[in-house]
């Protein structure tokens, strides 16, 4: 089943990137559970995946609770009995975890508030100020 990863038309990972083993899943399937390697563990390797340097780095900091020990992403799918639609599922999250590490985040650029809006801010704390402040005074003339 192993095959090229499509992420989107001009970009796939090729299969050499990709690995793939599939182990005993708890969960629903009665006796069969314990017979039957069913979920599946994606990895995909960074180093050959064929992917732009900053795509890697974004990938890195996306994923950085799925990285195992080698620096490989790994995906994990348990939520069928079936070992095929598991790897189906893993294979389209590694995908989606690609396209957002595609996504170039926006540069924030610093702003300042107006005059206008600081001196409403101050105004607000003055106002504020003097509730509190009356609150406690009691005048028993």
Do not use: C, H, Y
């Amino acid at each position: 089943m192993a095959a090229d990863l499509f992420i989107r038309p001009d970009l796939t990972v090729p299969e050499q990137a990709l690995t793939w083993t599939a182990v005993r899943a708890g969960g629903p399937g009665g006796q069969n559970v314990n017979k039957v390697a069913t979920k599946v563990e994606l990895r995909l390797d960074l180093t050959r995946a064929q992917l732009p340097p900053q795509v890697v780095a974004r990938l890195r900091v996306l994923a950085e609770n799925k990285l195992d020990s080698t620096g490989r992403v790994l995906v994990v799918a348990d939520d069928t009995r079936s070992q095929l639609q598991n790897l189906e599922l893993a294979r389209e999250r590694l995908a989606e975890l690609v396209r957002q590490a595609l996504v170039v985040p926006k540069r924030r650029r610093a702003t300042r508030p107006s005059g206008a809006a600081r001196r409403r801010r101050l105004d607000e704390k003055r106002q504020t100020s003097d509730k509190k402040r009356t609150r406690g005074q009691r005048n028993f003339d």
